[in-house]
Each structure stands twice: as structure tokens, then as C-alpha cells.
């Protein structure tokens, strides 16, 4: 495929047939890893574009973003890519590789030295806030509250219309909300009978659980509720604990040969689970958001496994069945209830 730019080859992933049994329904997966750094390459294009096209950021002008993964490397390549200074905020917790990543496009890194009132969160807002002062004309793409981050996912949306027939579930992880909400819009403007699955993490409180903030798995779940999470577009949720998300991101590689992060690992666990549910006939698709390498020395490291005594996390083969609000630990799944059942039920728990 030939394409005018490094902006342009943005998308147009491959899609693959997943190797399952046979009594399974047909399972795709939506390889977002082999964009040219992850899944978020699609939302900083469309945000900075969209920026670029409202005058909001003008030629030449700064853009800063504060991340440690896949939204930084989106933005480092279509930032530098179109000559706009980068700057990216984020914390010691990075890993290497990103950081070496974002140093080769030439973007600014600025590493916040110690937490503030709200941990690393608040102290790399606080930097944020900093910099958009210092640098008169800079854009912030905002991924949590941006609505060109779902909007980003038509276009995702309507590759997946032209590669398949028929797409009765799609499955995805959750964190801004934008990917999993964005494409599931769009699909259902042409599938309205599509069944939409979320996944997070247990601890995080995306789908009404409490917050347990020593998580361990990335990119997917959340200590707020991002403006682009929009629980009318998802119909069951599933939380994985860590131990079940890294074990079943090795299984992605031992099975089907895909080297991904813990999300696509996570997506895998889940895809499974639904292709044997649904049985031959159905049409299931999972997005896998970003490659396994950032993850060498977490996700795919006996020791640091052991280092977290993830060990010792309980582990289902099947998710257990609950009502909204059940607090969980270990693989779950709730159906997720319309809005007035939704507010009625965190009343209630608030009483409590
Ligand atoms: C690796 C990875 N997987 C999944 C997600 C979740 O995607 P979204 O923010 O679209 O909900 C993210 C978000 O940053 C991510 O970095």
C-alpha cells in the first residue's frame, strides 16, 4: 500500500481470523498494534488535524500532551511529522522504550521529579498547566474529553464494514472510552442488533466499582470518568484482574503467535470466552491496541510477576455473572443497565 505521508498511512490495519475451535463463533482480530506505533496514532491524526483546521493550533504552534504510552507516541509522530514542537508530560514510571521513542522523534520530555496532591496524576496536570502558559498558541489534544477522539474510530469502523459481511459483537478495552464507544457509534449506524462488550481492569472505576489505584495493568481503566466513556454504547462489561490480563497476553503469543500489550491480551481472554457463548455462525471482532514490546519487563517478566505477587491473585477460567456494582476481584462480567437503573443503583451504594 503506497500512501503521500507518514499522517496518511495512519490505520488501514489488518484484520485476521483468530485460530480457534471448532464450535467457536468466527473471531476477528483488528491489529491496531500495526499502526506505526499503536491504536492512538488514529486520535492524535484526527485531533491535531481537526485543531490544525479550526485555527484552534496554528502552523508551527506547540502541542502538549501529558502521557506515558500510545497517546504520546500519536502524537509525537503526527506532531513532529507536520513541524509542530512537542512537548510530553509524564512521569518516572515510564517505561524505556516509549521514552526513547518520543527522544528519537525529537519531542520534548518532561519527566515530573515527585507527586502532588493527587499523586503523579495532578503532578503531571500541574506541569500540563505550566507549559500551556509558557507556550503561548500550544494545543492540548485532551484524549479524556476530546470528541475527536471517538470521532477518530469511523474511520476504524468503516474498515471493518468493508472487510466482513456480518459483526454481531465487538469487543474492546476501556480507558478513555474513545476507541471501544467511537467505533461502536459508528457501527451501529449500519448493525442494529450489535452487542458491544468493554473490558477493565479490576479496581478502576469506569463501570461503577471502587477505585483500588495500585493497578498494575496499563492503558486500560481509570481513577475518573472520561468525558468520552458513554455507557449507552456498550451493553456488557468484563473486568480481568492482573494476573488474569498478563497470563492471558502470554497465551495471545503462545496461540496465535501475536506479541501484544496486556489490553490485547486482555481482549484475547474475553474474545474466547464469547466465541465459545456464541458458537459457529456468530461474527465476533476484538481490537488489539498496541505490541508486547514496551511490556518485556512487566507483563512478560517472571520476576517482576513474582516481584507483585500476582501469583497469589485468584484466577477464574470463566467469568463470574453479577448485578452492577457488585464489587469484584477476579474475571466478572455485568450487564451494563440503562441510565435510569444505572443512577438509581449508585444512589442506593451511595446511602450505604
Ligand atoms: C495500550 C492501550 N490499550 C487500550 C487503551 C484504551 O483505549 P481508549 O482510551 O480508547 O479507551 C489505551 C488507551 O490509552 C491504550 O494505551
Redesign the pocket.
Known amino acids: 500500500m503506497r500512501f503521500a505521508s507518514i499522517v496518511a498511512a495512519v490505520g488501514h490495519t489488518p484484520l485476521v481470523q483468530l485460530r480457534l475451535g471448532p464450535g467457536d463463533a468466527v473471531c476477528h482480530a483488528k491489529l491496531e498494534m500495526q499502526n506505526l506505533y499503536?491504536?492512538?496514532d488514529r486520535?492524535a491524526r484526527q485531533a491535531i488535524l481537526h485543531a490544525r483546521e479550526t485555527g484552534e493550533l496554528a502552523p508551527g504552534a506547540a502541542i502538549v500532551e501529558s502521557s506515558s504510552?500510545?497517546?504520546a507516541l500519536g502524537v509525537a509522530l503526527v506532531g513532529t511529522a507536520l513541524g509542530h514542537p512537542v512537548h510530553i508530560v509524564t512521569d518516572p514510571r515510564i517505561d524505556p522504550m516509549t521514552l526513547t521513542k518520543l527522544q528519537a522523534l525529537g519531542c520534548a520530555v518532561h519527566v515530573v521529579p515527585r507527586m502532588t496532591g493527587n499523586g503523579w496524576q495532578s503532578a503531571r496536570l500541574e506541569r500540563l498547566a505550566d507549559l500551556m502558559a509558557e507556550l503561548p498558541g500550544a494545543f492540548c489534544p485532551q484524549?479524556y474529553r476530546n470528541p475527536q477522539?471517538p470521532l477518530a474510530y469511523r474511520a476504524l469502523a468503516e474498515e471493518l464494514l468493508a472487510d466482513l459481511d456480518r459483526i454481531d459483537v465487538l469487543v474492546?478495552?476501556?480507558?478513555?472510552?474513545?476507541?471501544?464507544c467511537g467505533t461502536a457509534r459508528a457501527l451501529r449506524r449500519h448493525l442494529d442488533r450489535l452487542w458491544v462488550v468493554g473490558i477493565d481492569c479490576t479496581g478502576s472505576v469506569l463501570f461503577g466499582q471502587p477505585d483500588r489505584p495500585k493497578r498494575l495493568q496499563?492503558?486500560?481503566g481509570n481513577s475518573l470518568i472520561p468525558a468520552n466513556l458513554d455507557l449507552d454504547q456498550i451493553d456488557e462489561v468484563h473486568w480481568l484482574n492482573d494476573r488474569e490480563a498478563f497470563e492471558a497476553t502470554s497465551r495471545l503469543a503462545a496461540e496465535q503467535a501475536i506479541f501484544g500489550?496486556n489490553?490485547s491480551g486482555s481482549v484475547y481472554r474475553v474474545l474466547r470466552h464469547l466465541a465459545r457463548e456464541r458458537g459457529p455462525g456468530a461474527s465476533v471482532v476484538g481490537l488489539l491496541?498496541?505490541r508486547g514490546d514496551r511490556y518485556h519487563a512487566s507483563v512478560y517478566s517472571e520476576d517482576y510477576r513474582r516481584e507483585h505477587r500476582l501469583h497469589e491473585l485468584a484466577t477464574r477460567d470463566e467469568p463470574e455473572l453479577v448485578t452492577w456494582r457488585t464489587e469484584v476481584g477476579a474475571w466478572s462480567r455485568a450487564l451494563v443497565p440503562p441510565e435510569a437503573e444505572r443512577s438509581r443503583v449508585a444512589q442506593a451504594a451511595a446511602v450505604r
Open positions: 499503536g491504536m492512538k486520535v504510552g500510545t497517546m484524549q477522539n474492546g478495552t476501556v480507558g478513555s472510552g474513545g476507541s471501544l496499563s492503558g486500560l500489550g489490553t491496541p498496541d
